[in-house]
């Protein structure tokens, strides 16, 4: 295994490369306002892989999002280099300089009792920090970036409060705090006045950031994951009345209620993911002619399995999951659909079953085949054929 320091100067070898005359032109026309939604992107799919990390998942594909997001970092620091304001090691420098100065408990012989200790300590370095540098001590909230989703900075800005005592004693005081803050919004609903009611929904909004704070279950990941969840169930309500044969918008709310409802019991059947052993994974790999169709397919499928794309060279298309790698590669089928073959994967319970059904059929309602009793049978775009089982009892 190479070490990171060498890796590490191989890619800004590459980047200088093409920045270079003669290397790329794109990355040649870049400067730091094009970049900007980049490095937001690459920040927000590294999250991506990290919730897929937390729901049983790969840790794989999260150290590429890692490496896409630190080429961004060398990207930034090349184009500061050209300027010759500073260079990759000046960011490596600056970044460790200030980690070992905020832990004296670690590397010099103060002592700490626990990490709120710790972190009472970091404030009162930074505000050191702050005054070398400005000549003042400025604001123990100033470090919170104002473009933050709102969430996400009504939480870290309560966290830096709370440095300096400034927070409740208990969780009981936040959540009559919220309590507090619902009654006038109630109130502020029944004045009709649209400012007021934008008042007190912020001051909702942002003592539901200082609970989730408390609750130590950060507000923006809770919401995140609240928004996927929607995003399944009203996809069964949509799958649900499709196989009804109920035009578009004319279900009554009573009946997409009865769906949602039947959505929330699927989902506590299914079992919840487990973290298997890499050593557990077997794969499967298979030539099909078009993988970029079969990506389309199966990056939708395999979402709707709990599997999750991994890794895998350009041109190819790869997923793993309940102990299984899957691997589609460019190339002709040696069993074409005629020859009978099916491949079977193991569903977690017959309601899992159900519910991919329901969802190819509001996606891909031509992929679905005669299918055995209580057992689904589909079609990829490659024509292989799959069918997908309850356990047996």
């Known amino acids: ?50 919730d897929r ?43 460790s300089d200030k980690i070992t100065s905020r832990h004296p408990h ?29 000549g003042r001590a400025g604001s123990v909230l ?10 996400l900075r009504a939480e870290r800005l309560t966290e830096k409060a709370s440095r ?28 009709g006045g649209r400012d007021a009611i934008e008042h007190e929904l912020g001051d909702v909004l942002f003592s539901l950031a200082n609970l989730a704070r408390f609750v130590k279950t950060p507000a923006e990941d809770a919401l995140r994951m609240a928004s996927r969840r929607f995003v399944t169930r009203f996809q069964y309500i949509e799958a649900r009345l499709n196989e009804e044969d109920v035009p578009f918008g004319g279900a009554t709310l009573e009946h997409m209620e009865r769906h949602w409802q039947g959505a929330k019991a699927q989902e506590k059947l299914l079992p919840p993911p487990a973290h298997l052993p890499r050593a557990s994974v077997a794969t499967l ?9 079969q990506r389309a397919f199966w990056d939708l499928v395999a979402s709707w399995l709990g599997w999750t794309p991994t890794g895998a060279p350009d041109g190819t298309a ?6 299984l790698g899957l691997v589609f590669t460019p190339g002709t089928r040696a069993s074409p659909p005629s020859s009978g073959v099916t491949l079977t994967l193991e569903a977690p319970s017959p309601a899992a079953v159900a519910r991919l059904k329901d969802l190819l059929q509001a996606q891909h309602p031509h992929s679905i085949v005669s299918g055995p009793e209580e057992g689904l049978r589909f079609q990829d775009p490659a024509g292989l054929t799959w069918e997908y089982t309850p356990p047996s009892v």
């Not at 100033?142 to 969430?151: E, I, Y």
């Not at 009981?172 to 502020?188: F, H, M, N, Q, S």
């Open 1 to 50: 295994m190479a070490a990171p320091g060498s890796e590490l100067e191989r890619l800004v070898g590459i980047m200088q490369r093409l920045r270079a005359e003669g290397g790329c032109p794109w990355d040649r026309e870049q400067d730091l306002r094009s970049l900007r939604p980049y490095l937001t992107e690459e920040a927000f799919e590294v999250l991506d892989e990290m």
């Open 53 to 95: 990390v937390s729901d049983g998942g790969p840790w794989r594909p999260l150290c590429e999002e890692l490496g896409d997001l630190l080429f961004q970092i060398v990207f930034h620091a090349q184009l500061a280099a050209e300027l010759g304001e500073f260079t990759m090691a000046d960011v490596c420098a600056a970044i």
């Open 106 to 134: 670690v590397f010099g012989t103060e002592q700490v009792k626990g990490a709120e200790q710790v972190l009472s300590n970091w404030a009162k370095l930074k505000a050191d920090e702050r005054k070398k540098k400005t």
């Open 142 to 151: 100033d470090g919170v970036p104002t473009a933050a989703p709102s969430l």
């Open 164 to 191: 300096l005592g400034f927070d409740w004693p208990d969780l009981a005081g936040v959540r009559g705090k919220l309590d507090e803050e619902l009654r006038e919004l109630d109130e502020a609903i029944a004045s």
């Open 285 to 293: 790999r298979l030539p099909v002619p078009d993988v970029a169709a």
């Open 318 to 323: 790869a997923y793993t999951g309940a102990g």
